[in-house]
């Protein structure tokens, strides 16, 4: 197999050169050694079309795994190259092959395998519990094994479950040396399990009896990067043409082609290229693996879980999957607003208000609430547990000039806590025990107890995660100033691709049958939920 694939690397190779000829003086074309799952996925057959007419340069790609389209691009022969392996990709600069390296879109890696299941993985969210089970039942696994990146991802992936790929010379293991298509049927004859990328999983017709088994895991993240090659090494490559491709697909014109790709009505590819994508570059989570993939910025509900139940409840009933980036309310409102993600969830109905009046989001929905904790060291030296209300407590932390932990990151939390420092009538940021972390809740929880701090945390997260603070305890609660309402919001109509589908996600959130999942999530697990529903946070509103 392995010299099938040089052998049909030389011959497209030889197409290449035999068509250059006869061009004669024709020289507006370009040579992009890209992947085989951008190829097969069909992402070529619509992008280059749209990319040619803008630009008049054509455009011919030579398919190829990731470590060939590399080699490719290192004698000279490409004159961009685009493909899935960041840390390949970064050896080809530091090596001097390549200019700047340039992120355009993902997707996600996929376990398939045969619906009978013989090695019991499927349903489980761990990629690398379910290749333990493989290896411990020594079912069929097919590995393309072409140094391509999902043969590179395939091979980390064995390793963080344990397994040194040097170990995996055995009959059960099937090494191809083959292309993503021929490694699926190579699957689908054999009735084995293998790593597939989902765009080319979508547009593969020979399943058989295969199935997705695993999905969702974030070690699944699947990024592409373009890069053009060295013109100081090559002096023949087509630098001006190949910089223009780049700056196509990091555009918005080229991104918004990227995201209009479907089969099925289902996107295969998310545009993430820096110019139009900071944060979301990359979700924390993926849940469900129907059509309609919608995304979703929020903080704490997904970091606790409570997204996590929403979404499969949802995703199993709308054919949908949600893509959850973890943003602060003010990030989260950022990425709304800049037509990143289709809807957000945040706690800062003042800044909700104004994105409203604005116009770029719509959709107000309270769905719940929670409420702030004010916790602190067991011996409370600045004696807050005496505080009458929620100003009295903080100028006390102020007069005693206590350790403070701050998010400091423009979250629904921080800003919050801002607004109760106002209250209180006290200016405590920029003295030497106002702690800033610039992070999320969990992590600020920690710095606090590190420190002896005290910090302001959600009550949600203190039920769930107060384990991780042992020398922090609860020493004021209860003010009404201290109640945290949660709105959803959609982007406005026709911002966004699968703003409809985050519409409906909404609608199902503030249902019956959604509120019921708020008001009872994390009671069966700790003895009390972690939210209430949106009945008792409407007296709060």
């Known amino acids: 197999m392995k010299a099938l694939t040089i052998l049909r690397s030389m011959l497209l190779l030889l197409m290449l050169a035999l068509s250059g000829l006869s061009l004669g003086a024709s020289d507006n074309y370009i040579t992009v050694s890209s992947t085989t799952s951008t190829e097969q996925s069909g992402l070529f057959g619509f992008l280059l079309p749209q990319f040619e007419k803008a630009t008049g340069i054509s455009v011919r790609v030579v398919a190829l795994g990731t470590g060939q389209a590399l080699d490719m691009g290192r004698r000279g022969d490409a004159d ?13 600069i530091a090596e001097g092959f390549g200019v700047k390296r340039h992120e355009v879109m993902y997707n996600d890696f996929i376990l398939v395998g045969p619906k009978d299941d013989p090695a019991k993985v499927a349903g489980g969210k761990e990629i690398t519990e379910a290749l333990k089970k493989i290896e411990a039942s020594k079912q069929a696994f097919v590995s393309r094994g072409d140094k391509s990146g999902t043969h590179a991802a395939e091979l980390r992936l ?39 990328d989902r765009g080319t999983w979508l547009s593969f017709k020979n399943r058989q009896n295969l199935v997705i088994v695993v999905e969702g895991d974030k070690r699944l993240f699947n990024q592409y990067g373009v890069i053009a090659v060295n013109p100081a090494k090559y002096p023949h490559v087509k630098q001006a043409a190949g910089q223009k491709f780049i700056d196509w697909l990091v555009s918005e014109a080229g991104q918004k082609v990227i995201a209009e790709y479907k089969i099925g009505g289902e996107q295969l590819f998310f545009p993430n290229a820096k110019a139009q994508t900071t944060q979301a570059e990359k979700p924390e989570a993926i849940y469900g693996s129907g059509q309609r993939g919608f995304s979703l910025a929020t903080g704490s509900p997904g970091e606790l879980g409570l997204i996590k139940v929403l979404a499969e409840e949802f995703c199993k009933d709308n054919d949908a999957t949600l893509r959850w980036f973890k943003a602060g309310t003010g990030k989260s409102l950022s990425l709304l607003k800049e037509k990143k993600v289709d809807l957000a969830m945040v706690h800062a109905p003042a800044e909700v208000e104004k994105a409203l009046v604005e116009g770029w989001a719509t959709g107000k929905t309270l769905i719940g609430s929670n409420e702030f904790y004010i916790v602190g060291p067991k011996s409370d030296a600045a004696k807050i547990t005496k505080a009458k209300d929620s100003r009295e407590a903080y100028r006390r932390i102020a007069q005693h000039s206590a350790k403070w932990v701050s998010r400091g990151d423009n979250s629904g939390t921080h800003q919050k806590e801002l607004q109760l420092w106002k209250a209180a009538g006290v200016t405590y940021q920029g003295q030497p025990n106002y ?4 992070d999320f809740m969990i992590a600020s929880l920690k710095r606090a107890n590190a420190e002896g701090a005290y910090f302001m945390t959600d009550s949600s997260t203190w039920i769930m995660e107060k384990n991780v603070a042992p020398e922090l305890k609860v020493l004021f609660r209860g003010d009404k100033a201290l109640v945290n309402t949660y709105h959803a919001l959609a982007a406005s109509a026709g911002a966004t691709p699968e703003r409809d589908t985050a519409v409906k996600f909404i609608a199902f ?22 939210y209430n529903d949106a009945r008792y946070a409407k007296k709060y509103e």
């Open 435 to 438: 702690i800033v972390t610039k």
């Open 509 to 530: 959130v503030a249902s019956a049958k959604g509120q019921k999942i708020i008001r009872e999530y994390g009671r069966e697990r700790f003895g009390e939920a972690l």
């Open 158 to 196: 064995w390793k963080a479950a344990g397994i040194e790929p040097s170990q995996l010379k055995a009959s059960w293991y099937r090494d191809t040396g083959s292309g993503m298509g021929p490694a699926l049927n190579t699957a689908a004859s054999l009735n084995g399990y293998i790593l597939v």
């Open 80 to 92: 961009v190259v685009f493909v899935h392996d960041k840390a390949a990709e970064e050896k080809f």
